[in-house]
């Protein structure tokens, strides 16, 4: 590692810091209808809105409607969102006159979409229209992570109510996710990455003649709005195949710092507006270290592995030299990587947007080593808690939160409680269905991918490398990411078809038992705060919640970790690359 490399690194992260609290604050005066001056802007739109769709701002919910309107909006999303795929060739703003999608493509971008996991078996330049991006992709993008936002609203006033089955009104905190938050910070974003070179046009695809005398042709279309977005919203669908590897989508380093801090901005803003929700801003505090301890030590051990290379081409005499600007630097693997971003920017990327549920990329995660590619993977299996999709990240951490702290309570043998309420076996049922669903998804289908023809035809390497290309792609699709390994050919109906059914279950089963969890939550009573109630606002309980994400992750997906990249760096190590 270098110096510059580490300096970069620990700037990143003390910008997202210095950002939280007050994207934090502005996010709690949303949610608890505090004056701030934007009401006189959002305001008399929101009421427009509500007034449309005859919704009652007063009236709220149980875990149950709240349930049903979730999945409703969902459903209807999907179906809007395949119906526009399949009648592309007719629709306005196609340029290209790009055909419909094919029925499992459809269904799988559809899923992918509507889900918040944005995985793309397509190339967006050669599939999709402007008018598909923009309508179908786009929209998506704003109300899928606005669903997210909602839900772990509800299950913070599962802890803050009590005796209780009000929840608030899903269609309330829709429309303030998506009016008051995701607009406005994805147009100040769009313009900058503007001012950076993003393009944003609806021109038909430019015909150039290189320096060579060759012809290529350039897309074009309106991207800086879809990027923004993307990032914000922990989306990740790129408007072109190469995502943010792409010049056009993230032309700048400056541009790529404002890409990168802006996929855990929104996540890590909403740990302290959990803590002010739940009137202790250092239980908010708490929850931000644990997911920072995390991600620091995954993007130090993913630059590390990334700066040390391959053995084997050292053993070979292989220069694995690079030169950036005026820094140069000896040894790193730069393969899948842009020379422009160098290799530090490349593990911030990485650990972002695979710990926080975003999946775009501007280096191919399938040309790291073995243990830089390892990194990425095991974020999606910790459930992307760090710092994890937008309010997805947040309710899976206070899962984990509420398991450690009935771990804790059965190694000192008193009756577990968090943020004073007490968890009974019903509440840990809940939290056994939540993790259960993604990592029995995840294990299952690439058992089966593995083991059919359908599968084994996909990835385009054999051996272990080839097997951590399908695991990969379940395991970005069960965690909801949608950030690809590479090398795996996924636009089949096997595939397709898989795929998106674990983007559909992954999704909801587990915020349904959110959901549940919130309602039981807020049933209860408060019990008041003794000498015996274990402080989670400490040190000492921040160190046991990273342990406990840490051994969760590990013993459930280790045996499946040691066929793929961790056999595959032995191999690597003893001189075998294939």
């Not at 929101?46 to 309107?69: C, G, N, Q, T």
């Not at 695809?205 to 060579?212: D, G, L, Q, R, S």
């Not at 998106?500 to 992954?506: D, N, P």
Request: proline share 4%; hydrophobic share 50%.
């Amino acid at each position: 590692m270098t110096i510059f490399g580490v300096l970069h690194i620990l700037l990143f992260f003390f910008v997202v810091l210095a950002l939280t609290k007050p994207l934090g604050a502005y996010m709690h005066a949303v949610f608890e209808g505090e004056g701030i001056l934007s009401k006189k802007v959002f305001g008399p739109v929101e009421r427009v809105i509500f007034r449309v769709f005859f919704v009652d701002a007063k009236v709220e919910m149980d875990w149950k409607r709240y349930a049903l309107s979730m999945i409703m909006f969902s459903a209807v999303s999907m179906l809007a969102v395949y119906t526009i795929l399949r009648a592309q060739g007719d629709l306005p703003l196609n340029p290209q006159d790009l055909p419909g999608t094919t029925p499992h493509l459809a269904f799988n971008t559809a899923a992918s979409f509507t889900s918040n996991t944005n995985w793309q078996s397509y190339g967006g330049e050669t599939t999709m229209s402007y008018f598909s991006q923009m309508v179908a992709l786009t929209v998506q993008n704003f109300v899928s992570a606005a669903v997210g936002i909602a839900v772990v609203l509800v299950l913070i006033r599962g802890f803050t109510r009590k005796s209780t089955s009000d929840l608030g009104n899903f269609w309330v905190d829709l429309t303030r996710c998506t009016l008051w938050i995701l607009l406005p910070m994805s147009s100040i974003l769009a313009l900058l990455l503007v001012s950076q070179g993003v393009i944003q046009n609806f021109d038909s695809y430019k015909e150039i003649t290189t320096v060579e005398g060759a012809k290529q042709i350039f897309a074009m279309g309106p991207a800086a709005s879809q990027i923004a977005i993307k990032q914000l919203g922990t989306n990740g669908g790129g408007f072109f195949n190469a995502n943010s590897a792409v010049p056009f989508e993230n032309p700048t380093p400056f541009s790529n710092f404002l890409e990168a801090v802006s996929i855990i901005l929104i996540p890590a803003g909403l740990t302290y507006t959990f803590g002010k929700m739940v009137g202790s801003t250092r239980q908010g505090w708490a929850v931000f270290a644990a997911m920072s301890v995390i991600f620091l030590a995954g993007t130090f051990f993913v630059y590390n592995a990334e700066q040390t290379g391959n053995p084997t081409l050292d053993d070979l005499g292989v220069s694995q030299s690079y030169e950036t600007g005026d820094l140069a630097s000896s040894g790193g693997n730069m393969e899948g990587k842009e020379i422009r971003f160098g290799i530090a920017d490349s593990a911030i990327w990485a650990v972002s947007t695979t710990g926080a549920s975003n999946g775009s990329v501007n280096s191919m995660h399938d040309s790291y080593t073995p243990l830089g590619g390892l990194i990425p993977m095991f974020n999606m299996h910790l459930g992307e808690v760090v710092f994890g999709g937008v309010g997805s990240g947040l309710y899976g951490m206070l899962v984990f939160a509420i398991i450690s702290v009935f771990i804790a309570g059965l190694m000192i043998g008193r009756t577990p409680e968090y943020l004073g309420k007490k968890i009974g076996p019903k509440e840990m049922k809940l939290a056994g269905i939540y993790f259960l669903t993604t990592s029995a998804m995840m294990l299952l289908l690439t058992a089966v991918a593995v083991s059919v023809d359908q599968g084994k035809v996909g990835p385009l390497n054999a051996g272990a490398h080839g097997y951590s290309e399908i695991l990969y792609a379940f395991t970005s699709a069960g965690a909801n990411n949608g950030s690809a390994f590479g090398g795996l050919t996924a636009n089949t109906e096997f595939y397709n078809t898989a795929l998106g059914i674990s983007m559909l279950v992954c999704r909801f089963v587990p915020m349904i038992a959110i959901l549940a969890l919130a309602g039981a939550l807020a049933n209860k009573q408060k019990v008041p705060t003794t000498a015996g109630t274990l402080p989670t606002d400490s040190p000492l309980f921040v160190g046991f919640l990273v342990g406990v994400v840490i051994i969760v992750g590990g013993l459930t997906f280790f045996p499946a970790l040691t066929l793929g990249p961790i056999v595959e760096h032995f191999l690597v190590n003893a001189g075998i690359l294939s």
